[in-house]
């Protein structure tokens, strides 16, 4: 099946920083991107859609301007988590979805621990 | 937005007897709906998939099951294995909109 990747698969960082989590559909075009956030024993919770080229939709609730998305190809999105803080601290998935919208792959998560 | 749940949070069940998970959705305009698999620190990985037009679906060892009637959904695992123990969820999905996901059920297999 397909394959989409993330980087880093962890990080940890201070208080205040910024990170970027990249995503990439390895072997596909991913016309449509999506970011998921996951906390402990929880289910995954949409953060952000985005399609190549456009500004990305975000959820309720969530800060445009503290999670920064950008999808500049069909293969790759990324995620900036900015002025983090420890509440930011969670596992963020991103997943790929093709033209065909029954299939939808989802990357092997990055572990994000803020200090 | 959609609500998805699943009856059961845990499942523990021995070595080589089948499992069943259970999935409860609201929205009945959803028409497609999909099983993944999540292991410890890793992304969810995709089981098998239903759309509204069938009440079964067939994998290798699993079975989907879904009643548009009462809006329920059920995996079945034939002869557990150690391998399948991980977090299970569910998700539904109306059109070519998001997918929304269950809160998950850990299935525990017992060796």
């Known amino acids: 099946g397909a394959v989409v990747s993330q980087h880093p698969s962890w990080v940890i960082c201070k208080s205040g920083t910024s990170v970027k989590i990249e995503c990439r559909s390895l072997?596909?075009?991913?016309?449509?991107m999506f970011w998921y956030r996951q906390f402990p024993k929880q289910s995954l919770m949409l953060m952000a859609t985005s399609n190549e080229g456009s500004k990305a939709t975000y959820e309720q609730g969530v800060e445009k301007d503290k999670f920064l998305i950008n999808h500049a190809s069909l293969t790759l999105s990324t995620l900036t988590v900015t002025s983090a803080h420890p509440e930011d601290s969670s596992f963020y998935i991103c997943?790929?979805?093709?033209?065909?919208?029954?299939?939808?792959?989802f990357g092997p998560g990055t572990r994000l621990t803020v200090l | 937005g959609e609500s998805v749940g699943l009856h059961l949070p845990t499942l523990s069940v021995q070595e080589g007897d089948n499992s069943i998970i259970n999935c409860a959705y609201s929205n009945s305009a959803s028409d497609y709906f999909i099983w993944y698999k999540q292991e410890s620190g890793k992304g969810p990985q995709f089981i098998i998939d239903?759309?509204?037009?069938?009440d079964k679906r067939q994998g290798q060892r699993v079975t989907v099951l879904l009643n548009k009637t009462v809006k329920h959904l059920s995996l079945q695992i034939a002869a557990t294995q150690p391998g399948d123990s991980a977090v299970y969820f569910c998700a539904e999905r109306v059109g070519a909109n998001n997918l929304f996901f269950g809160t998950g059920t850990r299935l525990t297999v017992i060796p």
């Open positions: 072997d596909f075009q991913a016309t449509t």
């Open positions: 997943s790929a979805r093709t033209s065909n919208y029954n299939e939808q792959f």
């Open positions: 239903i759309r509204s037009n069938m």
